[in-house]
């Protein structure tokens, strides 16, 4: 019995700049916890690489997963994506979990990342700023950068922050495709365009009309993802999402101030140069206790005293985190620095997910002193042995896989099951931004008395000279869109 194929493709690039913003409200689906638990898996089998891979890319894939699945391979999938208990179904077998919360929160990210960006309006900003009274809170500053963003790319007039995301499925002529699943999908995406080809009479064709749509939609960024080996005649099913983000940082560096800095890659004995960036900024700051419980950042230190002093920021074990946005204040990167070189996969294992909300979305902002390296990595990751360890087994059994909500199985064909789920993540960041480019494939076989000193507000002194960790996220939802761990800019 021949099975048919199922390939689905979730192409994800995005061009970043970053800078401080207060983070909104939670949405009901939020994917920091499953971004937090797939993360830990995939840097397991090389603990001291840099790595970066990006969450909404695939979940832009496992969307298609979840709703066309069934049975058991749906259970795992609400499990492992971490669905909110009250999108559980009880009693229901065959539709154990109401993914819509899940299609709600990526469709309200790409929503809120796609919003239109304000003419440009000298004078508005500069009345929105007086009103503010020179203090404009986080949406005053949004719609202000957006009023005075000016200039050319050479291609007409140049925006700092860019972001869109499109859909495709593409299906062999004559696949049962059930009408539920199609109109779920296109109600969540609606960039989506569902297309009918004859992959066996032409699938290589096929594979290489869509690598060209790709990279039409990426810009030329992304150049034949899906390789030659990927599709043969048996090829059912291909669902592809191509998402773009291009932003430059709401306070870009200065590359004049970028000096070679020491870099500790593997503690304090290992010691690299590599070119850093620095900046005195307004951004969100908080810092954290091994144990989680928030550390007391002083406010105010005596005149004279070293803001670098260890008295001022958590003992070893701890960690501190800054945010920074980006163009618009509609995403920013947040890193997380441990303190007294605390081994980074340390921090990576004991994060929960209470800590992780601090990291997201407490502290305050204040003025810091930022240093961090220029970096560009680039990681290659395969995704079904992580997902398989966070119970995701089914999917890929030819088997056990049900993805019958998708399309039912035929008695010559057989059913859907998921063979491959691969990610290519690309990401640089300098003084004018960020660039991140990820490309994920899945495809298968269907103090005291007296007098107090003078003194004067504290400026903590964020110094990314170690491994560290960071998240690029939508600030109006709390998605992750991407994550990652910088060991050694050098490479």
Request: net charge neutral; aromatic share 8%.
């Amino acid at each position: 019995m021949r099975l048919p194929h199922l390939i689905a493709a979730g192409i994800c690039m995005e061009v970043v700049g970053l800078f401080g913003q207060t983070p909104a409200a939670a949405p009901a689906y939020s994917n920091a916890d499953f971004a937090l638990r797939m993360h830990r898996e995939l840097v397991r089998p090389e603990p001291n690489a840099n790595f970066v891979w990006s969450p909404l890319s695939l979940q832009s894939v496992l969307a298609v997963m979840a709703e066309g699945a069934r049975g058991k391979t749906a259970d795992e999938l609400g499990v492992c994506l971490g669905l909110p208990m009250s999108a559980r179904r009880p009693g229901d077998l065959a539709r154990p979990w109401d993914f819509t919360s899940f299609h709600q929160a990526n469709h309200d990210a790409i929503k809120a990342l796609r919003a239109p960006w304000a003419a440009t309006d000298d004078a508005e900003a500069s009345r929105l700023y007086r009103e503010s009274e020179h203090k404009p809170d986080r949406l005053t500053r949004a719609k202000m950068e957006e009023l005075t963003t000016s200039g050319s790319d050479g291609q007409g007039p140049y925006r700092p922050f860019v972001f869109r995301s499109v859909d495709r499925l593409v299906l062999q002529k004559g696949l049962p495709l059930e009408q539920d699943f199609q109109s779920v999908i296109r109600g969540h995406y609606p960039g989506g365009v569902v297309e009918s080809v004859d992959f066996q009479g032409g699938f290589d064709s096929e594979r290489r009309r869509l690598n060209a749509w790709i990279a039409q939609q990426t810009d030329g960024i992304i150049k034949d993802p899906i390789p030659a080996d990927a599709w043969t005649a048996a090829t059912r099913l291909v669902s592809v999402n191509v998402t773009y983000l291009r932003a430059d940082w709401s306070h870009r560096f200065d590359p004049k101030e970028t000096r070679p800095g020491k870099f500790f890659a593997f503690g304090e004995k290992s010691v690299l140069l590599a070119p850093t960036m620095s900046h005195d900024e307004e951004c969100r700051y908080v810092a954290l206790n091994r144990d989680g419980s928030i550390f007391p950042t002083p406010d105010k230190v005596p005149t004279g005293s070293n803001d670098a002093h260890i008295s001022f920021y958590p003992k070893e074990g701890g960690y501190h985190v800054i945010e920074r946005t980006y163009a618009g204040q509609r995403a920013s990167m947040v890193m997380v620095l441990p303190t007294r070189f605390l081994r980074l996969t340390e921090l990576e294992n004991a994060l929960t997910p209470a800590q992780l909300e601090v990291i997201l979305r407490g502290g305050k902002e204040r003025t810091c002193m930022v240093q961090m390296p220029k970096f560009k990595t680039r990681t290659d990751a395969s995704l079904l042995a992580p997902l398989a360890l966070m119970g995701v087994t089914s999917l890929s059994n030819r088997n056990a896989a049900d993805l019958t909500g998708m399309c039912r199985p035929t008695p010559l064909e057989g059913s859907l099951y998921l063979q491959v789920l691969a990610q290519v993540t690309d990401i640089e960041v300098n003084e004018r931004g960020t660039v991140a480019v990820s490309t994920t494939f899945a495809g298968g076989s269907l103090g005291g008395i007296g007098v107090a000193p003078p003194t004067r507000p504290f400026i903590p002194q964020f110094i990314a000279n170690q491994a560290f960790l960071y998240f690029i996220k939508d600030n109006e939802t709390g998605q992750i869109l991407f994550m990652g761990r910088m060991m050694n800019p050098t490479k």
